[in-house]
Structure formats: C-alpha cells, structure tokens
C-alpha cells in the first residue's frame, strides 16, 4: 500500500514536470520576422520586399504579414513600401535606380516584433567579354566576365527557348582580374540550339544565401538583424548563343 502511494507520488510529481516544460517551451518561444528581398541593380525597377515570419513545428503558417511598416533607404532615397494584397508582398511606390556599389538599408516594424534592420552593398557592374551575342559555343568553351568589385559569386542559367533553364554557380579567385566560368557540365545532356546565357553578381549576403541548407541550417540569416530571412543585392547581365553538343 505505501509503495503505491509512492509511486503514484512519483507519477504525479513527473507529471507536473512534463506540463511545467511544455509550457516553459511554449512560452520562452518568440516568433520573428522572416524578410525576403533581392535588390537588382538596374535603373527603374520597383523594389519588392516579402515579410513574414517564423512558426513552431507544430504551428500551422498563415498570410504574409500585410500591416508592417517597411522602408528602403539608400545614398539618395528613402522609400516606405506598399503592400499589394494581389502580389502579396511590399511594393516601391515609384520604380527606383538601384546603384552599384553603394548600400541600401532596409527596415521593417511591426507591433509585437522585434524590428528587422538590414543592410547590403551592392556589387559593381561587370560586362560579358566572351561570348558575344550570336556566337556560337561548345561543351569545351568558358564565359568570360570582367570583374563585379563586391562579388564573392556567381550565379546563372542557360536557359533555352521553351525557358527550361540549366543553372550554374561559380566562386573566383579573389587575384583573378577576369572571370572564366566552364560552361557546365549538365550542357552534355543538353540539345543543341539557341540559348540564352542569364549571369548575376552577387553580393556576399546572397552567397550566404545560397549556401543555406535547410537539413542542416536551422536560421538563415543573411544581411538580418532583428529577424531571420535574406536581404541582398545583384547585378543581371545576358546574352543570346547557339550552343552545338559535340
């Protein structure tokens, strides 16, 4: 009988415990912003910004968040952002002259968050030496870039004329004066035609962007304080070849 008492003593006090930690958990976690946004250099473009947030494993996601407070700011320009409930994201009033090598801040407020601040400089511009519009390339040839200054990466596509796209990634040498990137080599498997080369600069917080594994990162941070998500910026160049398989 007092053995019983105590063991049911036991279960109790456990159980007390269990229900303690679940509602330690429940209450210590604290949901953040999740921001999205890639700033393209290119004169007269409308800047987009996605802000949502985090959730609990077990919590189901909802709508973006519509009622935030969200401002770009840059060398010459300060722009609060728009939610568009079509697009379902936050859009610049005017279309904006993003300028290469210079850093745009964004920041987001909204009640009962903490606020986001983030920053990117972006990258210089760069050209395409090689190829040249309308040459003709194989599996054995490279695309040739001149220098981005701020660019740790590069990121593209081959992409043919039904827009189905074969893409590629390339880290340089930081001595190199030129970028020689191998066309890649899924192209083998590819048919010959016409396609259209897409190539971006990126900035060092969309390298760390890319570099994000879900399986085995558990925050993506990359140019976020305050918050999670990515805010970084590009350079976009391309042009148009007829690629022969050998």
């Known amino acids: 009988m007092q053995k019983n008492r105590r063991n049911g003593i036991i279960i109790a006090v456990l159980f007390i415990i269990l229900i303690s930690c679940e509602k330690s958990l429940f209450e210590e976690y604290e949901p953040q912003l999740n921001i999205f946004c890639l700033l393209n250099c290119y004169p007269f473009r409308h800047a987009t910004v996605i802000v949502d947030q985090t959730y ?5 996601s909802g709508e973006y968040i519509d009622d935030a407070l969200v401002i770009l ?6 722009d609060t952002l728009q939610f568009s409930p079509e697009r379902g994201t936050y859009r610049s009033v005017y279309e904006l002259w993003i300028e290469p090598e210079k850093i745009y801040q964004l920041t987001v407020i909204k009640q009962g968050f903490d606020t986001v601040i983030a920053q990117t400089k972006t990258p210089g511009n760069f050209n395409i030496v090689y190829p040249q519009y309308h ?67 990126c900035d060092e917080n969309y390298y760390q962007y890319s570099q994000f594994n879900p399986d085995q990162d558990s925050v993506l941070q990359a140019g976020i304080t305050g918050g999670v998500g990515v805010f970084a910026s590009y350079q976009y160049r391309n042009v148009n070849v007829y690629f022969v398989l050998e």
């Open 56 to 60: 609990r494993m077990d919590e189901p």
């Open 73 to 78: 700011s840059g060398p010459n320009s300060v």
């Open 135 to 201: 040459d003709t390339l194989t599996i054995s040839d490279s695309i040739i870039l001149t220098k981005s200054s701020g660019a740790p990466y590069y990121h593209g596509y081959f992409t043919n004329e039904n827009d189905y796209k074969i893409p590629f990634w390339y880290v340089p040498d930081t001595l190199d004066s030129l970028v020689r990137i191998p066309i890649p080599f899924y192209l083998t498997f590819a048919q010959s035609g016409y396609y259209t080369i897409e190539i971006l600069a």
